[in-house]
């Protein structure tokens, strides 16, 4: 299943949780009375009222609680639709085991906690599915929206535009084609030099050479050496270094030589 919008995860939508879902329970439960609840939190001792504003307490406490641990659970890293259902039913659940056990004590006869149990469940999951389907529905709409707006404030597609993005396909990183100089593998990542006007700026972007492989040769930056890639727009000349192996000078200023092996030297020669 697919990850969960990052929405659903922030400080607001958690606040908006725990305002409206225990409020939204207290509002019901006084206009429609479902379920024959008047009679049972009466318990013939005219306790309607305080056993119902307890109740809505619980769910509201227990609610702020569940919905702070939602937030850093956030942080951790995937969660799915999947997850977050049973999230959900899960903070139910636990309203109902806390309600239950103080409407058993309001009792304080022989009355079964599990049969109190029982009731509470189809009260809260009946009562309770509302505004959790409500306020996903809105934060789902939300998410997307916000996805159309990014898209529609995107630059137009462009050919001489690279897109970089990291082991997680997340767009990190979009320059121009002219702009990269040269491109370095160092361990698990690669370090992208490119012209920004007349500086040169490096971008670490956590992905391997090989996963770029595509990307850049499509728009003309070859490879030149095992950890390296160069535009060669920027390539000034091609010489053998004291050493004896082949380095490409670049044409800005101050730049190091890119090392190009014997493999790579011909398919780079060609293009210059």
């Known amino acids: 299943m697919h990850n969960l919008p990052k929405n659903f995860f922030n400080w607001g939508t958690q606040f908006l949780h725990i305002a409206v879902c225990p409020f939204f329970f207290l509002g019901f439960i006084l206009i429609y009375m479902p379920f024959g609840l008047g009679e049972k939190l009466d318990m013939g001792r005219g306790l309607f009222t305080l056993n119902l504003m307890i109740s809505t307490t619980i769910i509201l406490?227990?609610?702020?609680?569940?919905?702070?641990?939602?937030?850093?659970?956030?942080?951790?890293?995937?969660?799915?639709?999947?997850?977050?259902?049973?999230?959900?039913?899960?903070?139910?659940?636990?309203?109902?085991?806390?309600?239950?056990?103080?409407?058993?004590?309001?009792?304080?006869?022989?009355?079964?906690?599990?049969?109190?149990?029982?009731?509470?469940?189809?009260?809260?999951?009946?009562?309770?599915?509302?505004?959790?389907?409500?306020?996903?529905l809105a934060l789902n709409i939300g998410a997307h929206r916000a996805r159309e707006r990014e898209k529609n404030n995107a630059p137009a597609d462009d050919d001489s535009l690279i897109r970089f993005v990291d082991e997680f396909k997340k767009l990190r990183l979009m320059i121009a084609q002219s702009a990269v100089l040269y491109i370095q593998a160092e361990e698990n990542y690669v370090n992208i030099h490119y012209l920004d006007g007349e500086k040169v700026n490096n971008y670490v972007l956590?992905?391997?050479?090989?996963?770029?492989?595509?990307?850049?040769?499509?728009?003309?930056?070859?490879?030149?050496?095992?950890?390296?890639?160069?535009?060669?727009?920027?390539?000034?000349?091609?010489?053998?270094?004291?050493?004896?192996?082949?380095?490409?000078?670049?044409?800005?200023?101050?730049?190091?030589?890119?090392?190009?092996?014997?493999?790579?030297?011909?398919?780079?020669?060609?293009?210059?």
């Open 61 to 136: 406490g227990l609610m702020a609680a569940l919905r702070v641990a939602l937030h850093y659970m956030g942080r951790l890293g995937r969660f799915t639709w999947a997850h977050y259902i049973s999230w959900c039913l899960g903070e139910v659940f636990v309203f109902c085991l806390f309600v239950a056990l103080y409407i058993t004590l309001m009792l304080g006869d022989e009355t079964p906690y599990f049969s109190v149990l029982a009731e509470v469940l189809g009260i809260l999951y009946g009562t309770l599915i509302f505004p959790y389907l409500i306020l996903s």
């Open 206 to 272: 956590r992905t391997s050479m090989h996963s770029l492989e595509d990307t850049v040769s499509r728009h003309g930056i070859v490879r030149c050496q095992r950890s390296y890639y160069v535009n060669p727009v920027h390539v000034q000349v091609l010489r053998r270094s004291e050493n004896g192996l082949h380095v490409a000078d670049l044409d800005v200023p101050g730049q190091p030589g890119i090392p190009v092996s014997r493999k790579y030297y011909e398919s780079l020669a060609k293009w210059l």
